[in-house]
Each structure stands twice: as structure tokens, then as C-alpha cells.
């Protein structure tokens, strides 16, 4: 049976861009960085969470994806309708206070919301939307 998820993609225009991203301004470490060909398979991953990796894959055609296909892709990255998350943090406001002094643009500051988190929005390097989020205690009764 399936246990858990442990990969998910990120489609990135510039993997070198990409991995410059997600290692200097998120923290993240590489896992995997191996070319074969034309193609190169990049992971990185938060050090809190080692059972998940996040695959930088390249915009390009290849693997079973025509220049239309990435085409497409590419305008969803662009208008915003692709992304990740939500990514969890133990305190939004200084996670965004050190993105933010780090270069990360945020769409969103820190806002609380009905659903119980409170949250942030991002864009990365390639314009995917991202969204960090922090629990809020729930209501005993």
C-alpha cells in the first residue's frame, strides 16, 4: 500500500536559479543533484523534514513533454497558478521578517485566518505561488 508522498515537483525556468533559491534564501538543503544527458534530476529538501524531497524539474521538453506542453506550463508559472505548500513554520512573522530580509517577495504578509493558520504568500525565483503557514492553537471544548 501506499505509505506516504515523497517527492513533489517544482517547475523551475533556471534549475541553477532555482537551487540558488531554495538553498540560500529558504534554507533548504540539496539532496540529489545527478545529470544524465540532457536531463538533470535536483531535489532539495527542509533539514526538519528528510522524507520529502522537492524536485526543481526544468521547463523544457523532454521526458515525455513537448514544447507545447512546457509552453503551457510556462504561463501557468507565470500567472501564478502553480506552487507548493502550504509549508509550516512555528512562528509566520519571524519566518516572514527573514525571508523577507533574505529577498523573498512576498504577495502576502502574515494574516490570520478563519481556517485556523496564519499565513503568508510567496513567490520563488520562477513566479510559483507559495504559501507558509502556522498553526493556531485550537479551541478546547
Not at 524536485?55 to 521538453?61: C, G, H, I, N, S
Not at 515525455?64 to 509550516?88: I, N
Not at 523577507?100 to 510559483?128: C, H, M, W
Amino acid at each position: 500500500m501506499i505509505t506516504r508522498l515523497s517527492v513533489s515537483t517544482i517547475w523551475a525556468k533556471d534549475q541553477n536559479e532555482a537551487l540558488r533559491f531554495y538553498t540560500e534564501k529558504l534554507g533548504f538543503e540539496i539532496r540529489a543533484d545527478v545529470t544524465n544527458g540532457d536531463y538533470r534530476w535536483l531535489t532539495v529538501g527542509s533539514k526538519s523534514q528528510a522524507d520529502l524531497d522537492y524536485q526543481l524539474a526544468a521547463l523544457k521538453p523532454g521526458g515525455g513533454f513537448t514544447q507545447e506542453d512546457v509552453d503551457h506550463l510556462t504561463r501557468l508559472v507565470d500567472e501564478g497558478k502553480m506552487g507548493s505548500g502550504p509549508w509550516k513554520t512555528d512562528d509566520c512573522q519571524k519566518t516572514y521578517e527573514t525571508l523577507t530580509s533574505r529577498g523573498v517577495e512576498f504577495l502576502q504578509p502574515p494574516t490570520d485566518r478563519p481556517y485556523g493558520i496564519i499565513e503568508a504568500v510567496f513567490k520563488d525565483n520562477s513566479g510559483n505561488i507559495m504559501v507558509l503557514a502556522q498553526d493556531k492553537p485550537r479551541a478546547k471544548g
